[in-house]
């Protein structure tokens, strides 16, 4: 079965660096996300991708974060500078209309 | 406000025994409700969602749009059925907002 991919698995980094996860979607999936997951709790929509345009970033915090997928096919997710806070799984999703979610298996990002 | 509460972090059964895990949900329009399930060591992926109004591993679970809930149900638990669950509403193009889940563990 098709898997979105993820890399890094693991990511360590000290506060004030700058971090970088990459997700690569299924094949043909026009929408992409990206995901926030905190220790003990839910994920957390960050942004919402529809090909190469940003549907909902609402909930990404655009003083540090940063999110592209310049030619609608994988995707990157920036943290510039990251902070202590920022430590949790970073998950990317992908899908196809009225279907459902396909996750990777995520980023675990932390911060020093 | 949009929003999914799992009141239980922690479920613990014998094989065997009933299994409901609760979900309630806050939501102004028409809901679209999901349960996603983690095992250990993989991916988060569906379970199950409430328009298939299907059962899934044993699993069911009924949209009760009066009590707002969405509760997770197995009539006998097995070992294997030991992860962490997550209820989702989806409020929108596909956007899910995650309860902060319940761990299910089914003890021989």
């Known amino acids: 079965e098709a898997e979105v991919a993820q890399s890094p698995r693991y990511k360590i980094t000290e506060k004030s660096q700058a971090v970088a996860f990459w997700c690569d979607p299924i094949?043909?999936?026009?929408?992409l996300y990206w995901y926030r997951q905190i220790l003990g709790q839910g994920p957390e929509l960050l942004v919402q991708f529809q090909d190469e345009s940003v549907v909902d970033d609402s909930q990404l915090p655009k003083d540090r974060f940063s999110a592209e997928r310049l030619k609608g096919v994988d995707s990157t997710l920036k943290i510039q500078p990251a902070e202590l806070g920022d430590s949790a799984m970073y998950l990317c999703a992908s899908t196809l209309p009225d279907e459902k979610l396909f996750f990777g298996s995520g980023t675990q990002l932390s911060v020093l | 406000a949009q929003r999914v509460t799992q009141p239980e972090k922690l479920l613990s059964v014998f094989k065997g025994a009933p299994v409901e895990l609760k979900c309630n949900y806050s939501y102004s329009g028409s809901p679209e409700l999901f349960w996603y399930v983690q095992y250990s060591r993989q991916r988060l992926q569906l379970l199950l969602r409430h328009i298939s109004r299907e059962s899934i591993k044993g699993f069911t679970a009924d949209l009760n749009k009066g009590e707002t809930s969405f509760h997770l149900k197995k009539p006998f638990a097995q070992e294997e059925d030991s992860a962490m669950y997550y209820c989702a509403l989806d409020t929108g193009f596909q956007k899910l907002v995650f309860g902060t889940g319940t761990r299910l563990l089914v003890s021989p």
């Open positions: 094949s043909g999936h026009a929408t």
